[in-house]
């Protein structure tokens, strides 16, 4: 159990963090393997839609036909995806510190698993929470980090939420908990009006650093 150091004027003081819940795609993984302009083109989702909410809108036999087509780009991607920087040492140190972590993603779990093959040191069982998008309302809606809290024994206040979109800091501050942006040393994701993160950091090794872990 680690409390909440430095941050954010708006966070609660001695915030106690027991559980940390990770974005997969472009977070645990590098980004850049799922090339989401390619995914719309080829099942003509409009370029500012996102792509569940657009299969959504679907009829079921269209749909269908879609998320086939979404699913076999994901696993293509999935076979070339490499650990993000610092992502392997990272969950590492966490479980060495007797912290449980998660995966809350959009993906399948398909996808999830066949990234997982090419970490070294990390598999699927070190996670204590594994959440799709067959699992729950796919974020930003905060079902996801309140399943995930619940998988991991926490309360939703006691869960760091990990993520390099937009939509992981909207999941996680509807969820009430803290919320981590990771940048990748890229540009803005947030857009007007959305809530601030309570961190933003570019890599995932500063994780370790709020939460006052020392770095392997």
């Known amino acids: 159990m680690k409390r909440l150091r430095g941050g954010n004027r708006n966070l609660k003081h001695e915030i106690r ?12 993984t590098r980004p850049g393997a799922l090339d989401f302009p390619a995914i719309k083109r080829k099942i003509q989702c409009p ?3 996102a792509i569940l909410e657009y299969l959504d809108g679907l009829p079921s036999s269209g749909r269908a036909a879609c998320l086939k087509i979404l699913e076999a780009m994901e696993e293509e991607a999935a076979r070339s995806a490499v650990p993000n920087t610092g992502a392997e040492p ?6 060495k510190d007797g912290i449980p972590f ?37 974020k930003p809606h905060p079902e996801g980090v309140f399943q995930g809290a619940v998988r991991m024994g926490v309360e939703p206040s006691e869960l760091m939420v990990v993520g390099d979109f937009r939509f992981d800091v909207l999941a996680g501050k509807a969820a009430n ?16 009006g959305d809530p601030e993160p309570d961190h933003k950091v570019d890599n995932l090794l500063q994780i370790l650093e709020i939460l006052g872990i020392t770095s392997p």
């Open 47 to 49: 370029a500012g839609m």
């Open 90 to 95: 990272c969950l590492l140190s966490l479980k």
């Open 102 to 138: 998660g995966i809350l993603t959009r993906n399948s779990l398909s996808s999830v698993r066949i990234a997982l093959e090419r970490f070294e040191w990390i598999r699927l069982e070190d996670f204590k929470a594994v959440l799709t998008r067959d699992d729950s309302l796919p």
């Open 177 to 192: 908990a803290v919320a981590v942006l990771l940048s990748n040393g890229g540009g803005p994701v947030m857009e007007p």
């Open 17 to 28: 963090i027991r559980g940390v819940l990770f974005d997969f795609d472009g977070t645990l």
